[in-house]
């Protein structure tokens, strides 16, 4: 069985090859180059935001699962319009303002237990690569300059519109282009090079002063970690006009060969029907919903647990059906602690674990059907609970069975849960044991369990005591 992954430029499910050329066997290909559009640093990420960072994680993890090396950029946009604006509101310096909220991110990222990338790159420190990038497109002729800014002539750039499928007619007339605010020939057209304005950062260029425009900064970063074709590029679908389209016409005119095999794209998270974005105020930040008592691994698994073609509409239900999810994980974890039953082995349980794995694998490969591999997790756990139930479960069968559970958790990351139980957010735990108390007097007794619930599911157990309510962690 081959690890088969949609690409939206082919509009197929396509072999998984990385470097292009197949090989006998998965040990000899080269390590899969992976980039990811990061975030915008001028405020905390939404839980939006969060579907396509935890996605990509799932990516990277069941490449790995399956004995594919990978190397992986995610950058960080640290200069544009957005940001260039946030930092003058505050009145400080564009490094002091999207490096607060760099750090904010990468901190979300670790209670998402989202594993850190080989390469995160900031735009601020690739200005080299984006004048390397610009140089060649004005040799050839396809950049024209206006006030102080550069731009790219996609009537130059044939190809223009692939990825996207847009209609050359939309295109041509103008109807969809890029909405960016700055002046240009034709409204096809977008900037690479923006000149600056009053109190604007920028940097010294051959051409000019100036700042990069936001499509620019990719094409450079991806170039300056991978110098060619990369194998995969991720993003959310809102991505793939125009910013994913612009980064291939910048890239490929600039090097004459192909810039990406294979794009990805993640579907929007929605609220009622919405895309969750900060321009709607529609939105919540993971700080808000673990404000509200929810945990990260409930989070997470709600993210990772529909498929990324599919639209995920965000819900409370939604989010407590994840909590039950994990309860069922964690009831049978504590069954599998307590099995006492003898020494010998089982004879049906390696078959059993074997079948498992294999499934789980099998939908996997069939472009991250997580449903399946979820179904297949639950399957698994209801047939060894039943050997359970017999007593049919030897001691050191249930250790078989955890190893396998680990497998499997290294790419799903919701069964040992461990962001949350390393780093302990002490505040939080009191003021949750706090309204528990207070629900259990206010006879909301629904409210006390869930919060108990919610805690467990994170291995934070609570006890009462004629003291007051103490926590302690599970293992
Ligand atoms: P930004 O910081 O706005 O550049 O977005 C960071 C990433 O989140 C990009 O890959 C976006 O496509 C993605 N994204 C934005 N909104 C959503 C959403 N509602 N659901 C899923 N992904 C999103
Ligand atoms: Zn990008």
Same mark, same amino acid.
């Given at each position: 069985m081959a690890l088969r992954l949609y690409n939206t430029l082919s509009g197929m499910a396509e072999e998984f090859v990385p470097g292009g050329l197949r090989k006998d066997s998965i040990s000899d290909y080269p390590p899969a180059s992976i980039y990811s559009c990061g975030p915008t640093v001028y405020g905390y990420a939404h839980i939006g935001n969060f579907r396509t960072f935890a996605f990509n994680d799932l990516l990277r993890r069941y490449l790995k699962f399956r004995g594919y090396r990978v190397d992986h950029a995610m950058n960080i946009t640290d200069v544009d319009d957005k940001t260039i604006a946030g930092a003058a509101r505050e009145g400080v310096s564009l490094?002091?303002?999207?490096?607060?909220?760099?750090?904010?991110?990468?901190?979300?990222?670790?209670?998402?237990?989202?594993?850190?990338? =080989?390469? $995160?790159?900031?735009?601020?420190?690739?200005?080299?690569?984006?004048? +390397?990038?610009?140089?060649?497109?004005?040799?050839?002729?396809?950049?024209y300059g206006k006030d102080g800014s550069l731009y790219f002539s996609i009537a130059k750039f044939e190809t223009y519109g692939r990825l996207s499928r847009l209609d050359t007619r939309e295109v041509k007339s103008g109807l969809r282009y890029d909405t960016d605010e700055y002046a240009k020939d034709d409204a096809r057209d977008f900037a690479l090079?923006?000149?600056? /304005?009053?109190?604007?950062?920028?940097?010294?260029?051959?051409?000019?002063?100036?700042?990069?425009?936001?499509?620019?900064?990719?094409? #450079?970063?991806?170039?300056r970690i991978f110098g060619g074709t990369i194998d995969i590029h991720t993003g959310g679908v809102d991505l793939i006009f125009p910013h994913?389209?612009? =980064?291939?016409?910048q890239s490929e005119a600039a090097y004459g060969e192909q810039f990406v095999r294979r794009w990805i794209h993640v579907e929007h998270l929605l609220v009622e029907g919405s895309k969750m974005s900060k321009s709607l105020g529609n939105f919540y930040t993971l700080r808000d919903l673990l404000e509200k008592g929810h945990s990260p691994r409930a989070i997470r698994y709600l993210l990772v647990s529909a498929h990324y073609r599919k639209q995920l $509409?965000?819900?409370?239900?939604?989010?407590?059906?994840?909590?039950?999810?994990? #309860?069922?994980? +964690?009831?049978?974890?504590?069954?599998?602690?307590?099995?006492?039953?003898?020494?010998?082995?089982?004879?049906?349980?390696?078959?059993?674990? *074997?079948?498992?794995?294999?499934?789980?694998?099998? *939908?996997?490969?069939? *472009?991250?059907?997580?449903?399946?591999?979820?179904?297949r997790l639950f399957e698994f756990i209801?047939?060894? $609970? #039943?050997?359970?139930?017999?007593?049919?479960?030897? /001691?050191?069968?249930?250790?078989?069975?955890?190893?396998?559970?680990?497998?499997?958790?290294?790419?799903?990351?919701?069964?040992?849960?461990? #962001?949350?139980?390393?780093?302990?957010?002490e505040e939080r735990?009191?003021?949750?044991?706090?309204?528990?108390? +207070?629900?259990? /007097?206010? /006879?909301?007794?629904?409210?006390? *369990?869930?919060?108990?619930?919610?805690?467990?599911?994170?291995?934070?157990?609570?006890?009462?005591?004629?003291?007051g309510t103490r926590w302690k962690r599970k293992r």
């Open positions: 490094s002091e303002y999207t490096g607060r909220y760099t750090s904010i991110f990468f901190e979300d990222l670790s209670t998402l237990n989202i594993e850190p990338v =080989e390469h $995160n790159p900031r735009a601020t420190e690739s200005i080299d690569a984006m004048i +390397d990038i610009i140089s060649r497109l004005d040799e050839k002729g396809i950049v090079w923006k000149a600056p /304005k009053e109190g604007e950062p920028y940097w010294d260029t051959p051409f000019g002063r100036g700042r990069p425009g936001w499509h620019i900064e990719c094409s #450079a970063m991806v170039r994913h389209e612009n =980064e291939i016409a $509409n965000f819900t409370f239900e939604g989010l407590a059906q994840a909590e039950s999810a994990l #309860a069922r994980i +964690d009831n049978f974890l504590l069954r599998l602690d307590g099995v006492t039953a003898g020494d010998g082995g089982n004879d049906g349980l390696a078959g059993l674990i *074997d079948g498992f794995i294999e499934r789980f694998t099998a *939908d996997m490969d069939d *472009d991250l059907n997580i449903s399946g591999a979820l179904g209801h047939e060894t $609970n #039943a050997l359970i139930d017999r007593g049919a479960l030897p /001691k050191a069968d249930a250790q078989r069975v955890l190893v396998a559970l680990r497998r499997v958790d290294s790419v799903l990351g919701v069964i040992f849960f461990s #962001a949350a139980v390393d780093d302990v957010d735990i009191q003021r949750l044991i706090k309204e528990r108390r +207070d629900s259990k /007097k206010a /006879k909301n007794f629904a409210r006390a *369990d869930e919060i108990r619930a919610t805690l467990e599911s994170e291995g934070i157990i609570l006890e009462d005591t004629k003291d």
